[in-house]
C-alpha cells in the first residue's frame, strides 16, 4: 500500500514563487507599479471619478464597461490589476558579482528551509533553557493551554509561498513535527510570537449555515421544509408542527412504502435524537436511488427540515450525530483491465 | 463519478481525492470526524466532564464529522456489536435475511431462558440470566482469546510466534469462530438462529466447541513460548 500524507480541508494552489530565481528585475517591477498607479488615475479622470479614491473594485467595474467581452474563462478577459498581483514575487539572485552566495547556507540547495529549522531549534532550546531555570528557582511552570482546536499550522502550499522555495512532502512534515513539539513544551508561552506565524485560525463550523425561520401554512401550523440526497435519491421533507407522528412517503403511508425495519429506524433517527417522536408530522417525496439510499435522503431532509424548528446548540448536537452532513459515498467506476470497481480478472498462469 | 455540492460551503467539501491512489481510500477527507449517536453523551452538562473531553468537544466544534451510516441509529435498540455481527452473518449483501436472523436468535434465546427461569426453583431464580443482549455480549466476550499466533518466517523455517492481539482482532476472531461453528458443525435441516442461540448459551457458560478452540489457540501459543522473542514489534 502507498503511504499517503493527508493534506486538510483548504483549497490547493500552484505556488508560482518557487520555481526559480526571478525572472523580472526589481527596476522592472518599479517602472510596472509606477505605470499602473498611472493609468488608474487616466482610468478615474475618463469615468469621471475621483482618482484619489478609485478603488481595485472600481477598476474593475471600469474595465468591464470598457472593453466588454463574451470570453467564458475569466481569467482570459482583459483585466487591470496591482503589478504585485500579476507578477508572482520570486527570489532574487542569492549571489553577489563575485560569485559568493550570500546565505551561508546556499549549498544546501534549501537554505530558507534549513535556516527556518535551524531557528524554531533555537527557540526550542531557549524555551528549554527558561524551563531549567523556572525549575531551578522553584518555580511553577506556566500551565495555560493554548487552544489547539482553534487553529491549523499552515499548508504546505503556504509555507512555500513564505519561502519562495519548494518544499518535500517529507521536509514539510519534519517542520510540523518540531512546531508541535515546541508547542508541547509548558513554557512555550514565551515564544507564542514567532509559532504565531506559522498557524492559521480555523472557524466554527457550525456559523456557516444558515438555518431558516419557519413558515406558517393557512390553518397556522408552522412548517419548514428540507431537501436531502443520497447515492442517487434525492428526497424533499415538509415537517409539520403539532402533529401526530405520522409519515406519509410519495402519497402512501410509511410503512407499505418501507417494509424493511431498518429504514424506518432511520426515519425516525432525527425524530428519536431530538426527542420529538409524537409532536410532528411529516409529507415527503423520495426518487431515483434504492431501498437504503432513498431512507438516507429523507432523513437527511427531515434532519435539515428540523433545524428551524430546534435551538442551535441543538443543531450542533445533531451536526455532531452525523445527520446533517451529505453522505459522499457513490458507487465506485469500473476500470479497464479489471471486472469490476476491485475484483480484477481471474488470474491464469497461461 | 459525481462530485457532491454541499450547499453555499465552495470547493472545500468537494470530495476529496488523494494526490497518490491508496489501496484502501475513503471519499472523506481525513480531517473528518466520526459520528457519535448516543444521546446521552450529549445531554451531559459541562461541569461533568473530564480534560480530554473538553478537548474532544472542542475539536468536534471545528472539524467537519461524516454522514451517520445506516446502520447507526440513536434508539435502543441499535448496538454496535449486534450490527458488526449482523454485517458478518451476511452473504451477497441479503442484510434483511441476515438482521432477521439475528432478531430470531435472540427472540430464541429470550425462549430458552424464559423456560429455564419458570422451571427454575425459587431461590436460583435470580442467578439466571434472561436479557438476550447481556447473554451475547458475554458469550462473545468469554469466546475472544488473549494471545494469538502469527507466522514469521526466520532462516527459511516458518514458525508460529505468540502474540498479543489488538481489542478489533479478539472481538473480530470470536465472532468470525462462533459464525464458521454455526455454518458447519450442524445438522442439515436444523435452522442457524437455532444453532447460534445454542452456541451463545454454551459460550456464556463457559462450554461448548467455541470456547475449545480459544482454549486450543491458548495451549498452542503456550507451547511455542520459546520463540515469543522472535517478535520484533
Known amino acids: 500500500t502507498l503511504r499517503l500524507i493527508c493534506t486538510t480541508t483548504v483549497v490547493q494552489r500552484k505556488n508560482v514563487g518557487a520555481s526559480g530565481p526571478e525572472k523580472y528585475t526589481e527596476a522592472f517591477i518599479k517602472k510596472q507599479i509606477e505605470e ?266 427531515s434532519a435539515k427540515a428540523l433545524r428551524s424548528f430546534v435551538t442551535e446548540k441543538e443543531v450542533e448536537f445533531m451536526r455532531q450525530a452525523g445527520l446533517l452532513t451529505v453522505d459522499p459515498r457513490v458507487k465506485e467506476r469500473k476500470k479497464p483491465g479489471q471486472e469490476g470497481s476491485r475484483r480484477k480478472f481471474t488470474w491464469k498462469k497461461r | 463519478m459525481a462530485t457532491p455540492s454541499a450547499a453555499g460551503l465552495g470547493r472545500r467539501l468537494r470530495a476529496w481525492l488523494p494526490r497518490i491512489m491508496p489501496v484502501r481510500w475513503s471519499r472523506y477527507n481525513p480531517s473528518y470526524l466520526e459520528p457519535e449517536a448516543k444521546k446521552e453523551l450529549y445531554q451531559k452538562p459541562l461541569e461533568e466532564l473530564t480534560d480530554e473531553e473538553r478537548e474532544q468537544m472542542e475539536l468536534k466544534a471545528v472539524r467537519p464529522i461524516k454522514a451517520a451510516p445506516p446502520t447507526l441509529s440513536s434508539s435502543v435498540f441499535s448496538d454496535p456489536m449486534i450490527s458488526k455481527f449482523t454485517n458478518m452473518m451476511m452473504k451477497s449483501g441479503n442484510k434483511v435475511l441476515a438482521r432477521s436472523l439475528m432478531s430470531q436468535t435472540l427472540e430464541a434465546i429470550k425462549r430458552k431462558q424464559l423456560e429455564k427461569y419458570h422451571k427454575a426453583p425459587e431461590n436460583e431464580k435470580e442467578t439466571i440470566e434472561c436479557n438476550p443482549y447481556v447473554i451475547f455480549h458475554q458469550a462473545l466476550k468469554n469466546c475472544q482469546p488473549i494471545i494469538g499466533l502469527s507466522n514469521i518466517t526466520k532462516g527459511g523455517k516458518t514458525y508460529q510466534v505468540p502474540v498479543p492481539l489488538t481489542d478489533n482482532r479478539k472481538r473480530f476472531l470470536a465472532m468470525k469462530w462462533m459464525i464458521t461453528e454455526c455454518r458447519e458443525n450442524k445438522h442439515r435441516r436444523m435452522m442457524m438462529p437455532e444453532k447460534l442461540s445454542q452456541e451463545l448459551l454454551l459460550a456464556f457458560n463457559n462450554e461448548g466447541p467455541v470456547i475449545k478452540k480459544k482454549h486450543v489457540l491458548h495451549k498452542m501459543a503456550e507451547a511455542n513460548r520459546a520463540y515469543a522473542h522472535f517478535r520484533w514489534w
Open chain 1, 36 to 301: 499602473f498607479n498611472l493609468g488608474k488615475r487616466h482610468l478615474a479622470n475618463m469615468m469621471g471619478e475621483d482618482p484619489e479614491t478609485f478603488t481595485q473594485e472600481d477598476i474593475d467595474r471600469a474595465i468591464a464597461y470598457l472593453f466588454p467581452s463574451g470570453l467564458f474563462d475569466k481569467q482570459a478577459r482583459p483585466m487591470m490589476k496591482h503589478p504585485t498581483e500579476v507578477f508572482p514575487e520570486q527570489r532574487k539572485i542569492q549571489w553577489g558579482e563575485d560569485g559568493r552566495p550570500f546565505h551561508f547556507l546556499f549549498y544546501t540547495g534549501k537554505q530558507s528551509y534549513y535556516s527556518l529549522m535551524h531557528e524554531t531549534y533555537e527557540k526550542f532550546l531557549n524555551v528549554q533553557k527558561h524551563q531549567d531555570q523556572l525549575i531551578a528557582q522553584d518555580l511553577p511552570l506556566q500551565k495555560e493551554k493554548r487552544n489547539l482546536a482553534g487553529s491549523r499550522w499552515l499548508t504546505k502550499i503556504e509555507l512555500e509561498e513564505m519561502l519562495l522555495e519548494k518544499l518535500s512532502d517529507d521536509d514539510y512534515s519534519r517542520f510540523i513535527q518540531l512546531l508541535e513539539k515546541l508547542v508541547a513544551l509548558p513554557c512555550a508561552d514565551i515564544e507564542e510570537n514567532y509559532i504565531q506565524k506559522f498557524s492559521k485560525e480555523v472557524p466554527v463550523q457550525l456559523q456557516k449555515v444558515v438555518i431558516e425561520p419557519l413558515q406558517y401554512d393557512e390553518q397556522g401550523v408552522a412548517f419548514s421544509t428540507g431537501e436531502g440526497k443520497r447515492k442517487t435519491a434525492r428526497a424533499t421533507a415538509v415537517v409539520y408542527d403539532n402533529g401526530t407522528g405520522k409519515i406519509t412517503v410519495n402519497g402512501t403511508d410509511v410503512l407499505h412504502y418501507f417494509p424493511v425495519l431498518q429504514d424506518r429506524e432511520q426515519l425516525l433517527f432525527p425524530f428519536q435524537f431530538l426527542g420529538r417522536i409524537g409532536k410532528h408530522d411529516m409529507v415527503c417525496t423520495v426518487s431515483g436511488g434504492g431501498r437504503s439510499a432513498q431512507a438516507g435522503a429523507i432523513r437527511l431532509a
